[in-house]
């Protein structure tokens, strides 16, 4: 086999003999009687699932004896004749060399379960007769060890056409090396898949960033931890929908066009219904058709989905982005605030279950429960200035380029809150009790009608959960929807008019928490992801000029 790995400088001709070479072994494929293209590969069994039967491998001697091998560990020395470092298998706490705990037991060999496996090959080294092949599936990556005698002379010319990318199937037996390396001992390959086109160079892999994005399939095969990565978020969602389940929250499917961009305070994307010759707009928001099976009976409700906003693009931003919204009756934004937090715990627990989890150069302490400190404390403290001074609100908003002249005070307190406080708050912590003015959806605090019950969380600057005790007066939510806040750009306010909402609310919906969560940038911070593009599988890019 060749390590035909392109460079990220090569030429058109490089990649075309490339190409070439890879197509005839393709040919060569189809002359030995087997289709290169593969089908069904029955009885396969994951990768992960081979490697955890590595106790079942023991040393058998010539005499009969059978040894069981005892717990492995993994060490880096220098190789002596190179230099480099290398892992080398080691035994028990004086790290005994395993080449050496074998030869106390003199000669004999190892036994282990017969297995099936598939996967794609990401590496390999050809020693003549031996073929030492590493696959890896979704579960992980195991050696093979592939011998001309061991396969047979038809099968080792299968062998021959192997190359990095192809996809293959193994039938052997589960041994290790003498080194110790956990290995298939292959008795037959089976060739799946060839490709044509060669993997990156092994050291650079794919370092283009918007190359990667396009490119997803061959991050996810080759980037280091990028399949992890997704397999996290798979993970993560999974543990969401379980957690809610257990709660009895029954998952709906909502509309994605809407008549009204309502719910939330963003620039919608607009399209056309052609058979109804309707303008509708793609969704910003899940929460108003789920506030309205409240009020049909559904008392505990919620929506994980797609919602699209038109607006920048950023490391914490994407147009496209998954979020979940959660609406229970008879609850508050204290009910939400426990449920975001058992939300979160429960998903690191899916993950792994470390608490404390690396965030670039720091580490998030995710350990319950989470601070909780209100929006005027916290305005308070990182502006200076006493929530209730608003000309010195304003006095500070102007030092920074505000212009305030003609503006709400809340919505000046506002600014100075998202740039004087929100980056400052490592967390998790819990915002609460937000400037009514600025919440047209939120219940007031029945002792203090200025202030919103409502919540948000956030993590390293980042707001990962948004929460409120839900309005449900239909005349003062009207009355909301009317308001347009002084100095409050169209596109940042939620005061948008949905007759049909309030038609709703007048039949009675019950009192409610209502809940929403971040779901790419919940696993930006679980998974230590600084750009939310390296959680999401395929974000939207400019077509390729190629």
């Known amino acids: 086999m060749t390590d035909d790995r392109t460079p990220n400088d090569e030429s058109d001709d490089d990649r075309s ?22 089908g069904r590969f029955d009885d396969r069994q994951w990768i992960g699932d081979i490697s955890a039967k590595a106790g079942e491998v023991v040393y058998r001697t010539e005499s ?26 080691v035994v028990g706490e004086d790290q005994v060399q395993f080449r050496q ?8 060999e190892f036994v282990g379960p017969q297995v099936r496996a598939a996967g794609r090959v990401v590496l390999s080294r050809d020693k003549g007769k031996l073929q030492f092949i590493d696959i890896q ?21 299968l062998v021959k056409c192997i190359d990095l990318g192809d996809i293959i199937g193994v039938d052997g037996q589960l041994r290790r090396t003498r080194t110790g ?11 799946l898949t060839k490709t044509i086109e060669p993997p990156p160079e092994k050291y650079k892999g794919l370092t283009d960033l918007e190359l990667r994005q396009r490119m997803r399939y061959v991050d996810l095969t080759y980037g280091d931890g990028v399949l992890q990565r997704f397999v996290n978020r798979t993970q993560i969602v999974q543990s969401i929908r379980s957690t809610l389940a257990q709660d009895q929250f029954l998952e709906i499917e909502g509309p994605t066009l809407h008549s009204i961009a309502g719910g939330a305070a963003a620039r919608p994307f607009k399209t056309h219904h052609n058979a109804l010759g309707l303008e509708l707009f793609m969704r910003i928001a899940l929460e108003l058709h789920l506030k309205r099976l409240l009020v049909g009976g559904m008392e505990r409700v919620y929506e994980l989905g797609r919602v699209y906003r038109n607006e920048g693009i950023s490391p914490r931003h994407n147009p496209e982005f998954t979020m979940l919204e959660v609406y229970q ?11 975001t937090e058992r939300l979160i715990v429960d998903a690191i627990d899916a993950i792994g279950g470390q608490y404390l989890r690396p965030w670039g150069d720091s580490i ?5 429960p989470f601070a909780r400190k209100t929006y005027h404390e916290l305005f308070a403290e990182h502006t200076g200035v006493d929530p209730d001074d608003h000309a010195g609100a304003a006095q500070t908003a102007d030092k920074l380029g505000f212009e305030t002249a003609g503006k709400h005070p809340d919505v000046v307190k506002n600014f100075l809150f998202e740039e004087k406080v929100e980056d400052s708050l490592k967390g998790p912590v819990f915002v609460i009790d937000y400037p009514a003015s600025i919440c047209p959806l939120t219940k007031r605090k029945r002792d203090d009608p200025a202030i919103a019950e409502r919540f948000e969380l956030f993590i390293e600057g980042m707001e990962i959960a948004n929460a409120y005790t839900e309005l449900n007066d239909p005349d003062l939510q009207e009355e909301l929807f009317q308001t347009q ?16 909402f309030i038609r709703a609310l007048r039949h009675g919906m019950p009192p409610a928490g209502g809940l929403g969560v971040g779901i790419d940038r919940l696993v930006m911070l679980l998974t230590n992801s600084q750009t939310i593009r390296d959680v999401i599988l395929f974000p939207l890019l400019r077509p390729d000029a190629k």
């Open 17 to 38: 003999a490339i190409e070439a070479a890879r197509r005839e072994k393709l040919r060569k494929i189809s002359e030995l009687g087997h289709d290169p293209w593969g």
């Open 64 to 89: 009969g004896e059978t040894v069981q091998v005892p717990e492995l560990s993994k060490i880096e020395v220098l190789d002596k004749k190179s230099g480099r470092p290398m892992n080398q298998w």
């Open 101 to 108: 705990w074998v030869s106390e037991y003199g000669k004999g």
């Open 137 to 157: 599936d979704m579960t992980g990556r195991l050696q093979l060890f592939v011998g001309k005698q061991q396969v047979g002379d038809e099968n080792w010319d």
């Open 181 to 191: 390396e956990l290995s298939i001992f292959a008795k037959q390959i089976h060739f």
């Open 329 to 339: 009756a008879f609850g508050d934004y204290g009910s939400m605030m426990d449920l």
């Open 364 to 368: 998030i302490d995710f350990t319950p």
């Open 485 to 500: 806040l002084d100095g409050l750009p169209e596109e940042d306010s939620m005061a948008r008019m949905d007759t049909d």
